[in-house]
C-alpha cells in the first residue's frame, strides 16, 4: 500500500514565526512532490512542486526534499493569519499513470 | 479565463437516487481526476482518466460511474449503490502523459443525502 503520512495537527504558531510542515511517503519510486493549501470549504490550490533533493524556495515557502529519508518538508517564513489552513502534501504513485496519492492534510492555525 | 468548473455547487440526493456532477475543463488538459474528501480527511481517488474515451478504477470506484466522451469534460455519476455518498466531491486536471503533473482542481460539489 503506497501511503503518504502527515501530522493532522494543529499546527499552532504565531504571527511572524515559521510554520514547518512535515511529510513521508512509502513509495521510494516517487520522483516528484506537491504542496496543496486547502481553506476550509475550499479546493486544495498548488503551493509548490519539488523535484529535487534539497531546498526550492518561492517567497515566503520554502520546500524541503530529501529522498534516501523519505521525507519532504514545507517551511512558511513570516506566517500570517491568512496562512491558516489545512496543507496537503502528495507524491505520485510510481506505478504508472499520473495518480497522485495524498496525504490527510496538516491542519496549521496561525494567531495573531 | 481559463480553468475548470464544477456543477452544481450544492446538491442534495434522495436515497435511491442517481445524481450526476459536472466538470469541465478549458485548458486543454488530457487528464482529468474525480476525488472524493470525507471531513478531517485527505482525498482518496475514485475514477481518472488520461485520454478521451478512456478512464480507470481509482481507490474506491464502487457505487460510481464516468464518462469521458469529450476532452474537456469528465461526469461523476453517483449511483444509489454508493451508500454514504455524502461527501465533497473534486475533480482535478494535469496536462497527462507519462510520469507525475500537477493537478489543478475545481470549485467542488459538495453532496449531501436527504
Known amino acids: 500500500q503506497k501511503e503518504v503520512e502527515q501530522n493532522s495537527g494543529p499546527l499552532s504558531v504565531p504571527e511572524g514565526a515559521i510554520a514547518s510542515l512535515n511529510c513521508t511517503y512509502s513509495?521510494?519510486?516517487?520522483?516528484?512532490f506537491f504542496w496543496y493549501r486547502q481553506y476550509s470549504g475550499k479546493s486544495p490550490e498548488l503551493i509548490m512542486s519539488?523535484?529535487?533533493?534539497g531546498d526550492k524556495e518561492d517567497g515566503r515557502f520554502t520546500a524541503q526534499l530529501n529522498k534516501a529519508s523519505q521525507y519532504v518538508s514545507l517551511l512558511i517564513r513570516d506566517s500570517q493569519p491568512s496562512d491558516s489552513a489545512t496543507y496537503l502534501c502528495?507524491?505520485?504513485?510510481?506505478?504508472?499513470?499520473?495518480?497522485?496519492?495524498f496525504g490527510a492534510g496538516t491542519r496549521l492555525a496561525v494567531h495573531p | 479565463d481559463g480553468g475548470i468548473t464544477q456543477s452544481p455547487k450544492y446538491l442534495f440526493r434522495k436515497e435511491g437516487q442517481n445524481v450526476t456532477l459536472s466538470c469541465e475543463q478549458n485548458l486543454n488538459h488530457d487528464a482529468m481526476y474525480w476525488y472524493r474528501q470525507d471531513p478531517g480527511q485527505g482525498l482518496r481517488l475514485i475514477y481518472y482518466s488520461q485520454i478521451v474515451n478512456d478512464f480507470q478504477k481509482g481507490d474506491i470506484a464502487e457505487g460510481y460511474s464516468v464518462s469521458r466522451e469529450k476532452k474537456e469534460s469528465f461526469p461523476l455519476t453517483v449511483t444509489s449503490a454508493q451508500k454514504n455518498p455524502t461527501a465533497f466531491y473534486l475533480c482535478a486536471s494535469s496536462i497527462g502523459g507519462a510520469g507525475a503533473d500537477t493537478q489543478y482542481f475545481g470549485p467542488g460539489t459538495r453532496l449531501t443525502v436527504l
Open positions: 519539488i523535484y529535487s533533493n
Open positions: 502528495a507524491a505520485p504513485f510510481s506505478g504508472g499513470y499520473n495518480k497522485l496519492i
Open positions: 513509495d521510494r519510486g516517487s520522483q516528484s
